[in-house]
Structures are given as structure tokens and as C-alpha cells.
């Protein structure tokens, strides 16, 4: 039978955090922990908590002002340099030294930010369906539509941003318009068609409707600066690259250049896996992160693998 314990994690700033750790009685090899893409809460893993928990430990947590977390109480922050500090805090609040360390979209960017900052702490990285830096420049594979977009969005949510949060929750949480928006985004390709859940996608669509428009801005817009690419080469964790040949948020061609760059990385190419394969092929995901993890020997001491 699995535990789960949550604990409160007080971040750089002084925000609340959330985060729980999942196991079962047996778990014992090194924890996994999850980071979440912009927007999104814990719920995008509980695939990874079912698959794996029974073996290893298994983090899930929220940023700053998403989920469970509160509010920021600096907005100015909301880095991906302080969100690789708050995922240190994380596994020091849960006894951890060193983790396999999960990015889903802008996560990817926490992922390396973290291996580079605490490269002693990353037993092993997958960083999935996102880019080493500024997204905002790639989004669609139309950067003058996306940036156009995210400067209009940023400009709304920073003059009105609570009249843009009352329409933005009464919008996604209409009854009526809760089905069309399931539509569009399985015909639009932003999900797959048949593969994407109406249980995860409507999670998903829950916390978004009371999600913060200015929290999203402000974190997009450092996300949107942030590159790890110059400093990948330096990056030795065994690293699981995964990319959804449908991801049309980030090309694949962005997953391929980060599996060049990083110096001992693999890449798993989703076949017609969307933006949201993390939930749509998560027993493919487990494959691949299953045998690099005995590959790489990732479950043994710090050194044990190189003196082998």
C-alpha cells in the first residue's frame, strides 16, 4: 500500500510552497521529482507517482502561485533560477541529496537550471516536450504570431489583470463552453484526439480557470529570457530527452538540439505525441526512463558507476 506524505516548503521568497512525496513499502531507490509546466499543477503525474512509486520515492510540488502553493510575494522572481532554488528546498524538506529530476514543458528549463546550479543533485534528468530557453520564440513555429501574442497577454494582465481573471474563470468554467474547448483543443492537435483523457484534460482546464493571468505573464516573461543552451555542455547527468512528433508548442528540432548540446543524453521521439504526451503515453515515457535508469546505473552510490 503507498503512503503519501505533503509537507509545506517555505520558498526563496517566503511563499508557502506545496509538495508531496509519494511510496510504497518497498520504495528505496533514488526519488524522482516532478516540475510542472507553466500553469499546471501536480495533477499531470500521477501516472509517474503510480508507475513508480512502488520502487523509488516520487515528488510532485508546485511553483510559486500555481496549485496548491500560495500566491508570490515577489513577482519579480519568478525565475527559473529561483524555481531550481525552491526544487533544492523541495528535496531537502523530504531528507533527499540527489533525485531523477522530471520537466514537463517549461519544467525542461527548471530541469537544466537545476543540473546547473546543483549538478551534485541530478542523478539523472528528463526533461520532456519543452526547450533548453525562450519558448515564446518558437511557440506555434510562428515567433512574430507568438510574441505579438504574449506581449498583447502580458500588456492585458499587467493593467487589468483582475477583470482578465474573472473572464478567464468564468470562460473555462462554463458548463457549456467547458465541452467546446475539449473540442477544439483535440481538433486543433493541442491534444491528441483519441489518447488524451477527458478526466486529465479537465483537471488541467480546473486549475487553469483559477489561475493567476499576472502570475502566468510575469513567470512567462522571464521563462521567455531564460536560455540553458550555452551552458548544456557542461551538464554530465544521463539525460532521457523526450519530444511528441505533434508538439505544437515546442518543435522537435528544438528536442533534437538539446540532445546534441547535452554530452550524455538520449532522445525518445513520441510518434504523434502532442504538447501533453506526458499523460498520453505514459507507459511509453516508463520504458525509456526505466532502462536508462538501469543502463546508467543510476540507482547506485555517487562514483560506484566509474570505478565499475
Given at each position: 500500500m503507498r503512503t503519501r506524505s505533503e509537507r509545506s516548503v517555505i520558498a526563496g521568497d517566503g511563499t508557502r510552497l506545496y509538495a508531496r512525496e509519494t511510496r510504497g513499502p518497498e520504495a528505496s531507490g533514488v526519488p524522482i521529482i516532478c516540475n510542472n509546466g507553466i500553469g499546471v499543477a501536480t495533477n499531470f503525474w500521477h501516472y509517474v507517482e503510480e508507475q513508480f512509486s512502488p520502487t523509488r520515492p516520487v515528488i510532485a510540488w508546485d511553483y510559486r502561485g500555481h496549485g496548491e502553493s500560495e500566491y508570490p510575494r515577489d513577482?519579480?522572481?519568478?525565475?527559473?533560477?529561483s524555481m531550481?532554488?525552491?526544487m533544492a528546498r523541495v528535496l531537502d524538506v523530504f531528507?533527499?541529496?540527489?533525485?531523477?529530476?522530471l520537466g514537463h514543458s517549461m519544467g525542461c528549463q527548471v530541469v537544466y537550471e537545476f543540473a546547473n546550479r546543483h549538478p551534485e543533485r541530478a542523478a539523472m534528468l528528463v526533461p520532456m516536450?519543452?526547450?533548453t530557453g525562450r519558448p515564446v520564440h518558437t511557440f506555434l513555429n510562428m515567433e512574430l504570431t507568438?510574441?505579438?501574442?504574449?506581449f498583447i497577454g502580458h500588456a492585458l494582465a499587467?493593467?487589468?489583470?483582475?477583470?482578465?481573471a474573472d473572464g478567464q474563470r468564468k470562460l473555462i468554467g462554463s458548463r457549456r463552453v467547458r465541452p467546446l474547448l475539449r473540442r477544439l483543443a483535440r481538433l486543433s492537435r493541442l491534444v491528441h484526439p483519441e489518447r488524451m483523457q477527458d478526466y486529465d484534460l479537465n483537471r488541467y482546464l480546473d486549475h487553469f480557470a483559477?489561475?493567476?493571468?499576472?502570475?502566468?505573464?510575469?513567470?512567462?516573461?522571464?521563462?521567455?529570457?531564460?536560455?540553458?543552451?550555452p551552458y548544456l555542455d557542461r551538464i554530465k547527468a544521463p539525460t532521457l530527452v523526450?519530444?511528441?512528433e505533434w508538439d505544437l508548442f515546442t518543435p522537435i528540432y528544438k528536442s533534437e538540439e538539446a540532445a546534441r548540446l547535452l554530452p550524455n543524453a538520449e532522445l525518445l521521439v513520441l510518434a504523434e505525441g502532442s504538447h501533453a504526451a506526458l499523460v498520453e503515453q505514459p507507459e511509453v515515457i516508463r520504458e525509456a526512463m526505466q532502462d536508462m535508469i538501469e543502463a546508467q546505473g543510476v540507482d547506485q552510490a555517487p562514483g560506484a558507476v566509474q570505478a565499475a
Open positions: 513577482l519579480d522572481d519568478l525565475t527559473m533560477e531550481a532554488d525552491d531528507g533527499h541529496e540527489r533525485a531523477i529530476v516536450l519543452g526547450t507568438s510574441l505579438a501574442g504574449f499587467t493593467r487589468i489583470p483582475h477583470f482578465l483559477g489561475f493567476s493571468p499576472l502570475v502566468f505573464f510575469r513567470m512567462a516573461e522571464r521563462m521567455a529570457s531564460h536560455d540553458a543552451a523526450v519530444a511528441g
